[in-house]
């Protein structure tokens, strides 16, 4: 299972499970502002993101995610690394490139 969310409010912005091994990983951008838009720029810094600080858990031994176990389990580390870059270029490259777009806040509006 492959996950990502680029405006996650948490650290890891990518994820791949394998069975009882979860492997996260950061983006090399800074966090988007919250909006309900896609400010300017925004979607350049997604295209050019890259993959950062991935860190492998077991979740049969560790629910919480507490402890990154890839010193000790390099095997799994290196497939599960190679698995998830593959899967985001893909994901990146095909992923649309939006235009600009703010959210016109009809929400207290009649309209």
């Known amino acids: 299972m492959y996950w ?3 405006r996650a409010r948490a650290d890891a912005k990518v994820a791949i499970r394998d069975g009882d091994w979860k492997l996260v990983a950061s983006l090399d951008t800074p966090d988007p502002k919250p909006s309900g838009g896609i400010p300017a720029g925004e979607m350049q ?4 993101a890259a993959l950062t600080n991935l860190r ?3 979740l049969r031994s560790d629910i919480a ?3 990154d176990v890839a010193a000790d389990n390099e095997a799994m580390f290196i ?3 190679a698995t998830m870059r593959e899967l985001y270029r893909e994901v990146q490259s095909a992923a ?3 235009a600009e777009w703010e959210w ?3 929400e ?3 309209i």
């Open 96 to 98: 649309p490139h939006w």
């Open 56 to 58: 492998l858990y077991n």
């Open 4 to 6: 990502q969310f680029n």
């Open 65 to 67: 995610e507490a402890i």
């Open 104 to 106: 016109p806040r009809y």
């Open 45 to 48: 810094l997604i295209k050019k």
């Open 108 to 110: 207290s509006k009649l």
């Open 79 to 81: 497939a599960m690394s």
